[in-house]
């Protein structure tokens, strides 16, 4: 059998909703390829992400990724001295080609900075509110409830989970992983089901000597599973803009090896036709290589 592989593509600010969507809709038709794009629906606030420089190993990823490059300064002054441009408001059109041009579309949060950097300070009735702005932002823009969402900074826990099942989603992409369950946190089992990113995020790998740009589709094509499905997760602002022509080389690589690719709804529904053999693992905090903070893991 081929490697299956499902293309995960995370929408954080408005710049990357602008210039890296459609660049990212471009290259995927040119190769026939499905994905799903999960926008960040509300505010921009990315200049509040200043307060990271705390966190162990942000500066030295922040130096080896060149975030001013892949960002732009307008966007890293988002929500401090500029004001925070509201995308789902500023952006609906594009989101309506998306889906119009039969992407599947979802969920990645309503403001970006306060689930990533604040969900494990949030109260029960915070987080709801948070996920409600962002369910109510996708209703608006699409005319439908959302199916699916992707935690933004892959940061999950037990009161965000309950949040998800109440809202009756198709399956969930919160976490690091190897192949798709049913999250146990604390020993309480929530029924939303979980298809974890398998593969590192190429801003993970850039900049660090074991992995030069010339190594990287490569060092992709190896970690492929042949025995579970694959989700890589790509970035509107990284693939999509600073980096596009290295993700243009990985499609091309993948077009020329025996690589499937899949969209993640489809896996979703397939899953959930034998839901007694979807197993049950737990979810923890846990670091990342290449990654500052600790994310949402899967304990395999």
């Known amino acids: 059998m081929p490697a299956r592989l499902a293309l995960k593509v995370d929408v954080d600010t408005d710049r990357g909703t602008r210039l890296g969507v459609p660049n990212l809709l471009a290259d995927c038709h040119e190769f ?20 990271r420089v705390f966190r162990p190993g942000f500066l030295k990823k922040a130096s080896r990724t060149n975030v001013l490059q892949l960002y732009g ?26 889906r119009d041009a039969g992407f599947e579309v979802g969920i990645h949060c309503h403001d970006h900075i306060r689930w990533q950097d604040h969900l494990h300070e949030m109260t029960p009735a915070e987080i709801r509110a948070e996920f409600t702005a962002a369910l109510d932002e996708f209703e608006r823009i699409f005319g439908t409830p959302a199916h699916t969402a992707a935690a933004a900074g892959w940061q999950s826990n037990a009161l965000s989970r309950e949040v998800y099942d109440e809202a009756r989603l198709l399956y969930s992409s919160d976490t690091r992983g190897a192949f798709p ?18 593969l590192p995020t190429l801003d993970e790998l850039i900049g660090r000597p074991e992995y030069p740009d010339n190594r990287i589709v490569a060092h992709y094509l190896s970690l492929l599973s042949y025995k579970h499905p694959n989700v890589l997760t790509i970035h509107a602002e990284i693939e999509g ?12 690589a993948c077009a020329r090896s025996d690589v499937q690719f899949i969209r993640l709804d489809t896996l979703a529904q397939e899953l959930l036709a034998q839901r007694a053999a979807i197993p049950v693992c737990d979810q923890v905090l846990a670091g990342i290589d290449g990654r500052s903070g600790v994310v949402a893991t899967q304990v395999v």
């Open 241 to 252: 803009m600073g980096k596009r022509m290295l993700f243009h080389s990985l499609l091309e």
């Open 181 to 198: 369950f049913f999250p146990r946190i604390a020993g309480r089992v929530f029924h939303t089901l979980e298809i974890p990113s398998t």
């Open 73 to 98: 300064i307008r966007t890293l002054l988002n929500g401090t001295l500029l004001p925070a441009p509201h995308i789902g408001r500023r952006n609906e059109r594009l989101l309506h080609k998306v």
């Open 32 to 51: 026939g390829v499905p994905a799903c794009f999960l926008f960040s629906l509300g505010p921009d606030n990315t200049g509040q992400a200043i307060k």
